[in-house]
């Protein structure tokens, strides 16, 4: 076997990111297949690699438009660093594609404003703006002139909440996090990865399905092999 076939094995294959594995695992299915590697070659991997992956599939959304501007769902979720509570931000569209991801340490108006300018300034102005009845989104809203595009009904904002489930079973493979750059980073890369493998499988048949699946898989490997 020559060195470069662990590389290339790791750029040809997303479940390094796109499933709840711990790097463990990783190692014991690469061990599987002929590969001898530690877990922290894949550490180094998704850290050097991951990001760069990341910014080549969200550049393509970008130019080709496939973000919806009908309707986008605001939502923080909590996240212990170190026995202390963050906040990471998201704005997902109404497919359930994350458009925004950031982490702070506060749940204030300046923390929602820098969510909204970030994904309007990427992806353009939504029509509705979906959020819970925290009072830090109407206030960023206004601030933009567009408070009356917020809306606020009971369960409307379910979009938002499910889309936090698949971050939740990652972060628990992961065994949580330790500093507030590896979160911010996983949660670019792992936004970009689901986005591209996001095909909602319920609203299609099963034949549109795997043929959009096949077409995001060869897009993988054309992006990585570049």
């Known amino acids: 076997m020559t060195k470069r076939s662990p590389f290339r094995y790791f750029k040809t294959s997303p ?6 594995l711990s790097l463990r695992n990783v190692e014991d299915l690469l061990h599987e297949r002929g590969i001898d590697i530690c877990h922290e070659t894949v550490r180094f991997w998704w850290r050097r690699f991951g990001p760069m992956f990341a910014s080549e599939i969200r550049k393509r959304r970008v ?9 986008w769902h605001l939502d923080e979720m909590f996240v212990k660093i170190n026995g202390e509570r963050h906040y990471l931000w998201r704005a997902v569209d109404h497919k359930g594609e994350v458009l925004e991801s950031f982490v702070t340490k506060r749940r204030d108006k300046k923390a929602a404003l820098k969510l909204l300018k970030k994904s309007m300034k990427r992806h ?11 009072r830090s989104y109407g206030a960023a809203l206004g601030d933009l002139g567009i408070r ?15 889309s936090h489930l698949p971050f939740r079973r990652r ?15 996983f949660a670019a890369v792992y936004a970009s990865v689901s986005n591209h493998f996001n095909h909602d499988r319920s609203l299609s ?7 959009n699946r ?13």
């Open 171 to 185: 972060e628990r493979a992961m065994l949580r996090f330790r500093r507030i750059r590896t979160l911010q980073q």
């Open 63 to 71: 130019e080709g438009l496939r973000s919806s501007h009908w309707r």
């Open 148 to 162: 009356e595009r917020q809306q606020t009904g009971r369960w409307m904002n379910n979009r938002a909440e499910n």
């Open 214 to 226: 096949a077409a995001a898989l060869a897009e993988w490997r054309d992006l990585c092999a570049a």
């Open 124 to 134: 353009g102005c939504a029509n509705e703006f979906v959020t819970d009845h925290l």
């Open 205 to 211: 048949s099963r034949q549109n399905f795997k043929a």
């Open 15 to 20: 479940e390094i990111i796109r499933f709840p």
